[in-house]
């Protein structure tokens, strides 16, 4: 994780966030229509994975890195960290289709 520590007048030290900022593509689709992106886990190990940390495509915005059994309600746009790679679901829909992203979409990771 990307971090820092600071110490003030002899009081311990602490941890503090560092922003950061992952890019990358979509680089494929499922027959289900969700997104396989090229930003793998590795790449992720030093974002958050609660409200700090937004995932964009193609002005398309998701808040969080979710887990595959997330529990996100129908029609929800969520990135879910799948495996290896990132994944972009519109959970029991077509990301591809109701959103209008296709493989070469550039994919940003941000967070505080």
Not at 40 to 68: F, Y
Not at 94 to 106: C, E, I, Y
Request: net charge negative.
């Amino acid at each position: 994780m990307l971090a820092c520590f600071s110490s003030y007048r002899g009081q311990p030290l602490r941890r503090l966030s560092v922003p950061g900022k992952i890019e990358g593509t979509v680089a494929s689709a499922t027959e289900s229509g969700d997104l396989l992106t090229d930003i793998s886990a590795d790449r992720l190990e030093g974002a958050p994975r609660d409200e700090r940390v937004a995932v964009s495509c193609s002005g398309h915005q998701t808040i969080g890195i979710h887990p595959p059994d997330h529990g996100e309600p129908e029609m929800t746009f969520v990135a879910i960290l799948d495996g290896d790679h990132l994944r972009l679901t519109i959970v029991g829909e077509s990301a591809r289709a109701m959103l209008g992203l296709k493989v070469g979409d550039a994919v940003v990771v941000e967070w505080l």
